[in-house]
């Protein structure tokens, strides 16, 4: 008999507390990988905060993730599959990229099923995005986002089936920004239709990041291992 796998839905935290979203691994996307290592500097994805926290502290966060990648590239999911979302915003693609067409399409459908919410997807590939709105409608309830991958050159105009962009610029620039650290859900420039076509935010995060989610996940496994000796410690005197 056949598993029934279910859809991992995380229940975000930080900038994205009070919002929840379906996402992928970022760890084995090929593109993924592909981008992270490219050295170019002014490529976002070397900066990925993402590869940062899967790598790190969120560890724990993959197995789930990876679940969604393959559920997503295995085949069009059917009725039964899509979960139902019971919120008024969602997000796709929290962590992760667009793997396949086949995974856009199941990003569509999960939209398509759940009218009463608002959906944005976060993406990089305009050429799977392409492709797959040839075939198939977009759903009136999503919103595209072109997560544009050059920091410093904000592109204003979304490309051909798109809504809007999302752009990074160094800290201390003078462009103008929007995304300035508020919580999305306060925010909401990025889950509404009439809103702007321009997301502009500074990078926030660095190779040098890695080291101090290193120590951040170091520290929590040592306070862990301390808490667990304490209790041995405790049941010990009483044995004694």
Not at 3 to 32: D, V
Not at 57 to 83: C, G, I, M, W, Y
Not at 93 to 119: Q, V
Request: one cysteine or more.
């Amino acid at each position: 008999m056949t598993q029934f796998k279910t859809i991992h839905i995380s229940t975000m935290s930080g900038k994205l507390q009070g919002l929840r979203a379906i996402s992928t691994n970022t760890l084995t996307n090929p593109f993924c990988i592909k981008q992270n290592a490219s050295g170019v500097a002014d490529n976002i994805c070397t900066k990925c905060y993402s590869v940062n926290m899967l790598s790190t502290f969120r560890k724990n966060t993959a197995p789930a993730l990876q679940r969604n990648s393959d559920l997503f590239t295995d085949h069009l999911l059917t009725d039964r599959e899509v979960p139902f979302i019971n919120e008024r915003i969602f997000r796709f693609s929290a962590h992760g990229e667009l793997i396949s067409e086949m995974h856009a399409e199941n990003l569509f459908k999960i939209a398509s099923l759940n009218t009463g919410c608002t959906f944005s997807l976060w993406t990089k590939r305009k050429d799977i995005i392409k492709k797959v709105l040839k075939r198939i409608a977009k759903p009136d309830n999503l919103i595209l986002i072109y997560s544009n991958p050059t920091i410093d050159k904000v592109l204003t105009t979304p490309p051909e089936g798109f809504q809007r962009t999302f752009n990074n610029v160094s800290k201390g620039s003078d462009v103008v920004q929007n995304c300035t650290g508020q919580r999305c859900i306060d925010c909401q420039l990025c889950y509404k239709h009439e809103t702007t076509n321009t997301i502009v935010e500074a990078v926030k995060w660095t190779r040098l990041s890695n080291s101090w989610a290193l120590l951040v996940s170091s520290l929590v496994a040592l306070s862990v291992w301390l808490f667990s000796l304490m209790f041995w410690y405790k049941g010990l005197k009483m044995i004694n």
